[in-house]
């Protein structure tokens, strides 16, 4: 339960984007629902697109992560930002061959 005012939720699941929900606004006495679509993350380790997920992937993600400009999208998982989430998803590819 809350205090009546105006809330900014985040809404997260395993899988899924996370999405931020603002201005909702709980009134005194009444329940507030709320309904919404998260988006499935879409987990890409072939960084450089050149077919195969190997130790060039793992190298641009760990430059993209020391602040390295890179010419690829290293965001592994989608979630709009390049971490030790995303070097993770790409070592884990290339461990499984
Ligand atoms: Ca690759
Ligand atoms: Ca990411």
Redesign the pocket.
């Known amino acids: 339960m809350l205090l009546p005012g105006t809330y900014t939720l985040k809404f997260s699941a395993p899988g899924y984007k996370n999405k931020r929900k603002r201005d909702i606004v709980v009134t005194d006495g009444r329940a507030v629902r709320v309904n919404l679509k998260l988006k499935p993350l879409v987990i890409k380790t072939?960084?450089?697109?050149?077919?195969?997920?190997?130790a060039?992937?793992v190298q641009l993600v760990v430059l993209a992560i020391l602040g390295k400009s890179i010419s690829h999208d290293p965001d592994a998982n989608g979630d709009g930002a390049t971490d030790t989430a995303d070097l993770q998803l790409v070592v884990n590819a290339v461990s499984q061959g």
């Open positions: 072939d960084i450089n697109d050149d077919g195969e997920t190997n060039s992937d």
